[in-house]
């Protein structure tokens, strides 16, 4: 059973910066693509960022957010981490941990979501 944990939300300050975590197994963390989506409320969940399998560290963020964000992997932690800075309120969604086989930025490429971590940005 695959498991992520996302953890880090809350509020935050437009301008200001947040850091969103997500912790799976060794066998999930090693063996798949691990990512982030996200969910504005009243709108498609939409592709953020992800990153491939702990050997090779290839990163693709959303082309709109890849100025503001960074994705990167621990692998003593098993966890991948999303920073994210010069927040925007439009940036207020449910983020949810994805991971899959593919390294892709479609939804349908990722077998395995977290729950979601509510993010919400204040102007």
């Known amino acids: 059973q695959v498991q992520l944990v996302e953890s880090g939300g809350g509020l935050a300050q437009a301008g200001g910066s947040l850091r969103l975590s997500c912790t799976a197994s060794?066998?999930?963390?090693?063996?798949?693509?691990m990512g982030w989506f996200r969910q504005a409320p009243g709108k498609e969940r939409e592709f953020v960022g992800a990153?491939?399998?702990?050997?090779?560290?290839?990163?693709r963020i959303a082309d709109s957010m890849k100025y503001r964000l960074s994705i990167s992997r621990d692998v003593t932690k098993n966890t991948v981490t999303l920073q994210m800075n010069s927040l925007k309120p439009e940036d207020t969604a449910v983020y949810y941990c994805?991971?899959?086989?593919?390294?892709?930025?479609?939804?349908?490429?990722?077998?395995?979501w977290g729950q979601g971590t509510q993010v919400t940005v204040s102007s």
């Open positions: 990153i491939s399998s702990r050997y090779t560290g290839v990163t």
């Open positions: 994805v991971a899959g086989s593919r390294l892709g930025r479609e939804q349908h490429e990722y077998e395995y």
């Open positions: 060794e066998h999930t963390f090693s063996n798949y693509n």
